[in-house]
Structure formats: structure tokens, C-alpha cells
């Protein structure tokens, strides 16, 4: 997604606005032209980028200010105010840049300033010749991005065994699904980026297995790349069901762009589908099957949707929210065969079904690093700069299981953010920065117009508070234990979503 410019509001900055008016942390929207621009302040020092996030087009005057850098308050990213840089994803691309003038108690937004190169890590002592990444989606191509980013010019490999490039996934479960997004929004850059950039992209090349004594990756047609270092970026793959019927051809999971388009082809002639699954991915695809008109019924053993992440109460208002947009549930329950028409139900009954899509978890892909003898415990194990117990191999994303300074724990998520972010870092470290990953973790999920955002991480939790009113879809929920808050859930109230992630990392910093 492009930079949006958005709606002219606020003062013309150019013609300057009162020093004292703008207040450390108190950011301020105006323009420049028809160019939406922020104005920040940080002592003596004012600082003025573009306002509309590189993302999805988040409004930045509405997120927060942490020391010289903005957060925005849909998803979080994180932009420099000094330069305009996407410090930290999910956006990748920067914001414009603005010099700023301080006369007669006024400040003026100037012309724009050309944006940095960042050269950090290019040159840096032992510098990696060769860095091969095995994995073509959030966190290797984080990874590749940030490596160009900060000059490193050395050769980059990514090797992929999808047969699309690098794509906008979560998505695949919203907008595109649903029929609302257009093409170009999937993929996260065009073709021509990895030309430019002079990233070698391989796609529908397997990796079979990692020679880690020789430094070489061996592809599934058994010829060989040698990497100075490697990023495993595998990510995972859905679970599937041990049933009858799940070979059939209108039975889906969902991962790849093939797979969405799969079930979009499907949903143009389908009446009636069953979502087998109540958790992210399953009432995702419920919602965008009912934005295309098709009866839908979602099958899970659990009582209450997503109770198990986010508590009894946003689970209820989950369950609610689509019983009004006409999902039906059908909880406690599992499906214990499928045969073209129907889906027979554990309980007894069977719902009619030309659709079905399953969407009951996934596994990381961890075959690779199993079989070079990599530590794994329940993922790849990694230390806190994302190296793994091979040297000179890291790993990102969805396999990688990391230690968590904020839940003390050694913990693997499955969140785009953070798989992105560990790309990032991971990059880093290749160069030899040897930055520790401190990212509090964060996830969002869009269910028709009602957008979930969640910060930190809470497996359990003794207490659970509801600040606001969740069925109004106005609120904060604290999930905490002996008094420590692990985890925030929101519901359009982005401000103290973005400053309980803040407080996450000041207790850690
Ligand atoms: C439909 C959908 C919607 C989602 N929505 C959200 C959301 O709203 N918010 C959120 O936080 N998270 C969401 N997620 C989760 C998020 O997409 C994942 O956490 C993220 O993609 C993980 O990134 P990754 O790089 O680890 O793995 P992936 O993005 O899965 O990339 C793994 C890559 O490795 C390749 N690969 C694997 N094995 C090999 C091999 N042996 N050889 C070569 N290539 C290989 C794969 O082809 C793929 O290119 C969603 C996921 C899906 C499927
Ligand atoms: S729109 Fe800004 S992070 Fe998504």
C-alpha cells in the first residue's frame, strides 16, 4: 500500500504556527500544499514528516510520540521524526521529510529534505560476502529489504517455495478475500524492487536441507548455494484435519496467494460454506465470505470464540458481532467427515456445504532446521539476537522461538509484526550489529469493520479488566498476573493501545 495523501486539515504550516503552541508529545497536523504533514516537537528541536502512514495510510497525528519517533496508531509502526525512516515495520517505506525554520516565535515547515541513506552496517568488519535467506515472506523479505536499506552490498539470496513473491498476508484473509482490495495491494513490492535492489528472488525453489559444516544450502534439485550467513525464515503451514473428505476439491486451507485465490474462485459460484475454526484466521474468512453474500457456518470445539487469546468477554462480543453480519455457529462441536455436498458434524447432525475452509491452526515449518540438527524446542530456538545454536544461521518469524524480555519467557508467536521485526533485526545482526530483538509483541485482526489490536503476550492470567465498554466497541482489556499487566487488547482506542506498549518497553529498556 502507497502513501495516501490525505485531506488537507489543520494550519498551513508554511506560513508558520506559533512556537508555544506546540507542545513536546502533542503532535500537530497541518499541511504544505496538498501535502498532509506533522509537526513534532522534542526540546528546542521541531521536526515536521509526512502524516499518513506508508502502511495502510494510518492518520500519525493521532499516534503517539516516543522520544524522536512516532508510532502509528493503527498497526504500530514506528517512524523516525528526524529523518522520516520506517524504523520498524510493519511499514517498510519512509515518510516524507520536512525542514523546519524557528523565526520570531513561529515555526515554518520548509522545503522537503532528501531522505538519508543509511550506510550503519554496510562496511562493518567481517561483513558477510554472501547472505542466503530460505523464505519469501514477512520475515525474509523484511530481512532482504532492511539489508539494501542500510547500504549492505553484498549478494542476497532468497529462496522461496511459493510461486508468488513476497506478499501482504494478512490480507489474503481480509480486504482480498473479501473482494475489497485490488491486486496491487498484495504483493508487498512490484517486480522491478528486486531488480533494483539486485535481490536474487528464487520462487518454487525448495530448500531440502542446510549443510551447516560446508556453509551451503542444498535445493531440492540437489544443486547447492553457499551463504557467509543465513536466515531461516520458513514460517508455517496450516494444520490439517485427519478426516474424511479433506482431499476434496472444494476443501481449502489458507496461507499463499494460490490458496486465497483458490477460495475466491470457489466463493464466485458457492451458496454455503463452512468455516471449520473460530479462532483469527477462521472468522477472517467468515467475515469476507459474508462481505461476498454466502451463508456461513463456522464449526469449533471451543464454548466461546477466541476465549483462549483474548478472554470470555471479547469473546462473547466476537460470537456477537458475526451472529449480527449472519455467521451461525456451531461450538462445542467438530466435523468428523466431509463428502461433496455436505459436512457431518460430531453431534449428529450435518450442515450442506460447497465451500469448506479450514482454518484450525497451523504448524511452523521446521523440517529444515530439525534435520540440521539446529536446537528446537517447540521452534527454532534462537538467543536474543536471533541467532540460532548454529553460528552464523539465524532464524525469524513464525518458527523461531525467542526470549521474551517482557514475559521472561522463551515464547514464538504467530504475528506479522513481529516476524517482520525479527527479519529486521535479524538483518542487522548478520551485518554484526549484535542488537538484541526487544519488540513488545503486537498483533491486529479486522473482523467487518471492527479492527482488534493486541499488545505483549499472555498465555494465562489471574485477572482481567475491562476498562470501556466492549459491546459499545470502545475499550481496553488488561490481561494480568499477580498485578503486572502481560497483554492489552483494544478495541478504537489506538492511543492507549500504542502507550501500554510504550510502558511495556520502559520496564524492560
Ligand atoms: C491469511 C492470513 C492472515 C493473517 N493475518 C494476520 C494478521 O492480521 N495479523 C497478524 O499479526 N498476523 C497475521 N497472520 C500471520 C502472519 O501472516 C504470519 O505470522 C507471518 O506471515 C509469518 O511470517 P514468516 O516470514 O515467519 O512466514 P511466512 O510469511 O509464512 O513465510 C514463509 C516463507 O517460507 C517459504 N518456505 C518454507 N519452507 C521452505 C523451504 N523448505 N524452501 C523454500 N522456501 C520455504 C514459504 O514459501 C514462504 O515464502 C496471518 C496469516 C495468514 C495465513
Ligand atoms: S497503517 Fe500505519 S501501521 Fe498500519
Known amino acids: 500500500m502507497s502513501e495516501n495523501k490525505a485531506e488537507t486539515k489543520g494550519p498551513d504550516l508554511s506560513q508558520g504556527v506559533a512556537a508555544d503552541t506546540i507542545a513536546e508529545g502533542k503532535m500537530t497536523l497541518g499541511h504544505v500544499g496538498d501535502d498532509a504533514v506533522l509537526l513534532a516537537r522534542r526540546g528546542k528541536t521541531f521536526f515536521a514528516i509526512g502524516a499518513t502512514c506508508t502502511h495502510y495510510g494510518g492518520p500519525l497525528a493521532e499516534g503517539l510520540q516516543v522520544d524522536d519517533s512516532v508510532r502509528c496508531p493503527w498497526h504500530h509502526a514506528c517512524f523516525d521524526l528526524r529523518t522520516g525512516e520506517a524504523l520498524h515495520a510493519p511499514a517498510l517505506s519512509p515518510v516524507e521529510c520536512w525542514l523546519t525554520e524557528v523565526r520570531d516565535g513561529k515555526v515554518f515547515v520548509r522545503g522537503k529534505i532528501a531522505p538519508a541513506k543509511s550506510t550503519r552496517f554496510a562496511s562493518a568488519a567481517g561483513s558477510p560476502q554472501k547472505i542466503v535467506i530460505v523464505g519469501g515472506g514477512a520475515a525474509g523479505f523484511a530481512a532482504a529489504e532492511m539489508l539494501r536499506r542500510h547500504g549492505y552490498q553484498g549478494g542476497i539470496v532468497m529462496l522461496s517455495d511459493d510461486d508468488a513473491p513476497p506478499v501482504d498476508r494478512p490480507n489474503l484473509s481480509k480486504d482480498y478475500l473479501a473482494g475489497n482490495a485490488p491486486e496491487e495491494w498484495v504483493p508487498l513490492r512490484g517486480d522491478d524492487f528486486y531488480k533494483e535492489q539486485n535481490i536474487e528472488l528464487r520462487l518454487k525453489t525448495?530448500?531440502?536441507?542446510?549443510?551447516?559444516?560446508?556453509?551451503?544450502?542444498?535445493?531440492?534439485?540437489?544443486?547447492?548455494?553457499?551463504?557467509?550467513?543465513?536466515?531461516?525464515?520458513?514460517?508455517?503451514?496450516?494444520?490439517?484435519?485427519?478426516?474424511?473428505?479433506?482431499?476434496?476439491?472444494?476443501?481449502?486451507?489458507?496461507?499463499?496467494?494460490?490458496?486465497?485465490?483458490?477460495?475466491?474462485?470457489a466463493a464466485g459460484t458457492a451458496k454455503r460454506a463452512v468455516v471449520m475454526g473460530a479462532s483469527f484466521i477462521g472468522l477472517e474468512v467468515a467475515a469476507s465470505l459474508r462481505a461476498r453474500n454466502i451463508e456461513v457456518h463456522v464449526v469449533a470445539p471451543e464454548k466461546r470464540p477466541m476465549e483462549r487469546i483474548l478472554g470470555p468477554q471479547m469473546g462473547d462480543f466476537v460470537r456477537k458481532l458475526h451472529e449480527e453480519?449472519?455467521?451461525?455457529?456451531?461450538?462445542?462441536?467438530t466435523a468428523t467427515a466431509i463428502d461433496a455436498s455436505q459436512v457431518k458434524l460430531k453431534s449428529g447432525g450435518t450442515i450442506g456445504a460447497d465451500l469448506v475452509v479450514v482454518g484450525v491452526g497451523v504448524r511452523p515449518r521446521l523440517a529444515l532446521a530439525e534435520k540440521a540438527g539446529l536446537a528446537i524446542d517447540r521452534g527454532v530456538t534462537v538467543n536474543e539476537y536471533l541467532e540460532t545454536s548454529a553460528p552464523?544461521?539465524?532464524?525469524?518469524?513464525?518458527?523461531?522461538?525467542?526470549?521474551?524480555?517482557?514475559s521472561k519467557g522463551a515464547i514464538r508467536v504467530e504475528h506479522w509484526v513481529v516476524a517482520e521485526r525479527q527479519g529486521q533485526c535479524a538483518a542487522r545482526n548478520m551485518l554484526g550489529a549484535r542488537e538484541k530483538f526487544v519488540a513488545v509483541p503486537f498483533f491486529w485482526s479486522q473482523h467487518y469493520d471492527v479492527p482488534l489490536n493486541?499488545?505483549?503476550?499472555?498465555?494465562?492470567?489471574?485477572?482481567?479488566?475491562?476498562?470501556?465498554?466492549?459491546?459499545?466497541?470502545?475499550?481496553?482489556?488488561?490481561?494480568?498476573?499477580?498485578?503486572k499487566v502481560l497483554a492489552v487488547a483494544s478495541i478504537y482506542r489506538d492511543a492507549e493501545s500504542l502507550t501500554a506498549e510504550a510502558a511495556m518497553e520502559r520496564e524492560t529498556a
Not at 223 to 235: E, K
Request: net charge neutral; proline share 4%.
Open 206 to 265: 525448495a530448500v531440502g536441507e542446510i549443510d551447516a559444516r560446508k556453509r551451503e544450502v542444498v535445493l531440492g534439485n540437489g544443486s547447492r548455494i553457499g551463504y557467509d550467513r543465513l536466515l531461516l525464515a520458513t514460517g508455517a503451514e496450516p494444520v490439517r484435519l485427519q478426516l474424511p473428505g479433506m482431499d476434496l476439491r472444494h476443501v481449502h486451507t489458507l496461507r499463499t496467494l494460490r490458496d486465497c485465490r483458490a477460495i475466491i474462485a
Open 325 to 333: 453480519h449472519g455467521v451461525i455457529f456451531h461450538l462445542e462441536d
Open 392 to 406: 552464523g544461521i539465524f532464524a525469524a518469524g513464525d518458527i523461531a522461538r525467542w526470549p521474551d524480555p517482557h
Open 454 to 483: 493486541y499488545v505483549g503476550h499472555a498465555e494465562s492470567w489471574d485477572e482481567l479488566a475491562v476498562d470501556g465498554d466492549i459491546a459499545k466497541r470502545d475499550c481496553v482489556v488488561r490481561y494480568k498476573r499477580g498485578g
